[in-house]
């Protein structure tokens, strides 16, 4: 069975500049969260979506955004990059959303911001 | 709020030494607590993890201790290979927040031949 897919693996970008990353979640599953992952730190969670709402947000700003669609897959928008938005993405799938639901990992969208 | 302390990194073992790398926590409540792994390139795969003080996490010869009194969670093994080279995260998910994952900083473990 396939895992969680992402696209593109990495992406370069300059200041300014918009960037749409997206997820597939593993088959059957229905909630998506996104996390970010600055060199040598922990992931940060960005935004969980549990059939297609948004279930809960990070301390990011409104330069991030995401959405679910009906199939379940997921993207995640930044708007007007900065340098500081150069992380690994990394979005997580899991059956239901509730701390028992094991999240599942994607292998991350590498964002560089020049 | 939430928050995850582990042992800085990075280590460096010798091939079948024993492996402790620490973790401390707060949280609201009752967390449940994970040690995840993440291999260079990959993303991040859940390693063990425990749901209630006194329970104890194991899988791969990797075991941890949900320990409520000194709220730790730390990761042992007692004999690493090679292979076990990653990087490696504590995290919780507490009952005041269950949507997401809280990690720690992740420690770097390098296991020479």
């Known amino acids: 069975d396939a895992g969680v897919t992402q696209s593109p693996t990495h992406l370069i970008k300059t200041r300014g500049q918009h960037v749409t990353l997206r997820c597939s979640p593993i088959s059957g599953h229905k909630s998506v969260s996104w996390y970010q992952q600055v060199l040598g730190q922990g992931p940060q969670f960005i935004f969980q979506y549990y059939e297609k709402e948004e279930r809960g947000r990070g301390n990011f700003p409104d330069r991030f955004s995401a959405r679910q669609f009906p199939n379940y897959s997921s993207e995640l928008n930044v708007n007007a990059l900065l340098l500081g938005d150069s992380a690994l993405y990394l979005c997580a799938s899991s059956f239901r959303e509730g701390e028992y639901n094991e999240q599942f990992f994607g292998p991350g969208t590498r964002l560089t911001v020049l | 709020g939430d928050s995850v302390t582990q042992m800085e990194g990075p280590v460096t073992l010798s091939e079948e030494a024993f492996l402790t790398i620490n973790c401390t926590y707060t949280?609201?409540?009752?967390?449940?607590l994970f040690w995840y792994v993440q291999y260079p390139g990959e993303g991040l795969q859940l390693l063990l993890k425990?749901?209630?003080?006194?329970d104890k996490g194991s899988n791969k010869g990797f075991e941890a201790t949900y320990r409520k009194e000194t709220t730790s969670f730390h990761l042992e093994k007692g004999s690493v290979q090679v292979s076990d080279s990653a990087v490696y995260f504590c995290a919780l998910r507490s009952t005041g927040s269950a949507r997401q994952l809280t990690f720690g900083s992740g420690t770097q473990l390098t296991v020479l031949p």
């Open positions: 949280a609201t409540g009752y967390p449940s």
């Open positions: 425990a749901t209630k003080a006194d």
